[in-house]
């Protein structure tokens, strides 16, 4: 068994327990406070040149461009940020994103969605839906952690149903596709990972889904058909991620219907340690995910 990095046990070792609760009053206070620690790390890819930004919309949709200078392929990556629903933005997630775009050579393409509570659901999946209407006409892949995980399973739900062109391949980060909140790791792992608490869940799921039944694969998308035509996935979680249980029956659900499915299961790592650029296991992981959408990409099918 491969040991942690120094890296990984000093996160652990440093990390704030208990993670304090969230709450309404504090939620602004809260996406603050995340888009500041985060902001060192956005900034430190930043200065390594081999990417850019812009923002532009698509169909009244702010988004965030994430161009390399090294374009290598004319397929594009429609990218769903994490946070809950209630917070996050396309900023905050360029520590996972811009990687990716620079290790595929592909244009990656962030919605900023509406968030909860100002507007619950479906508002950020009408505003995802609306980017992914726009970029279907041609080869794309797809990849969303968390909160994102959950809208990219709903948007390719929705697009069957619309008989749009479904994404190439697919990539989830500790998806959170189960928002009744199910498996057995948000009881196990509740303490032991350093990202994310059953308590956030529930708050985070009240708020964005209100009264509206939560098992609607709409809103839950693990609930939703799945066979063999849905695309290539590869998921991503760890032994300490609260959602480590939705990810294996994701990817269980997956492989019993017909789907073509990579699930890494990560020793001892938690929520989506990918957005934390400096642990060495995140870099192998981000290459991992960018090789798996290149090598499915690149088949002729995709032409």
Same mark, same amino acid.
């Given at each position: 068994m491969k040991l942690l990095s120094i890296e990984a046990r000093r996160a652990l070792q440093n990390a704030e327990t208990p993670l304090t609760d969230r709450s309404l009053s504090g939620l602004s206070e809260l996406r603050y406070k995340t888009r500041q620690e985060i902001a060192p790390s956005v900034e430190s890819i930043f200065k390594q040149k081999n990417f850019e930004t812009? +923002? =532009?919309?698509? &169909?009244? +949709?702010?988004?965030?461009?994430?161009?390399?200078l090294q374009l290598k392929v004319n397929w594009q990556i429609l990218?769903?940020?994490?946070?809950?629903?209630?917070s996050g933005s396309p900023f905050e997630d360029l520590t996972i994103a811009a990687p990716i775009s620079v290790a595929t050579?592909?244009?990656? +393409? +962030?919605?900023?969605?509406?968030?909860?509570?100002?507007n619950p659901w479906p508002a950020a999946l009408d505003d995802s839906f609306s980017v992914y209407q726009a970029l279907s006409d041609k080869p794309f892949g797809l990849v969303g952690e968390s909160a994102g995980g959950n809208l990219? !399973?709903? !948007?390719?739900?929705?697009?069957?149903?619309?008989? !749009? &062109?479904l994404p190439d391949a697919a990539a989830f980060i500790s998806p959170w596709c189960d928002l009744t909140n199910s498996g057995d790791s948000i009881d196990f792992n509740d303490g032991r990972d350093p990202a994310l608490t059953k308590q956030h869940l529930k708050f985070a799921a009240e708020h964005y889904a209100g009264e509206n039944d939560r098992s609607d694969p709409k809103i839950s998308p693990i609930n939703g058909a799945f066979d063999s035509t849905f695309p290539p996935c590869y998921i991503s $979680?760890? $032994? &300490?991620?609260?959602?480590m249980s939705q990810s294996v029956s994701l990817a269980d659900k997956l492989c &019993?219907? %017909? %789907? $073509?499915? =990579?699930?890494?299961?990560?020793?001892?790592?938690?929520?989506?340690?990918?957005w934390d650029n400096n642990l060495p296991e995140a870099k192998t992981s981000i290459r991992e995910i960018s090789n798996f959408l290149t090598d499915h990409m690149t088949r002729p099918s995709c032409s």
């Open positions: 812009e +923002i =532009k919309e698509i &169909r009244g +949709i702010p988004c965030l461009y994430v161009y390399p990218y769903g940020y994490g946070g809950g629903f209630v050579g592909a244009v990656l +393409i +962030i919605p900023d969605y509406r968030l909860a509570p100002e990219g !399973l709903a !948007l390719i739900h929705l697009a069957r149903q619309a008989s !749009l &062109r $979680t760890g $032994t &300490r991620d609260l959602l &019993r219907q %017909g %789907g $073509t499915v =990579k699930l890494r299961v990560w020793q001892d790592l938690w929520h989506v340690f990918e």
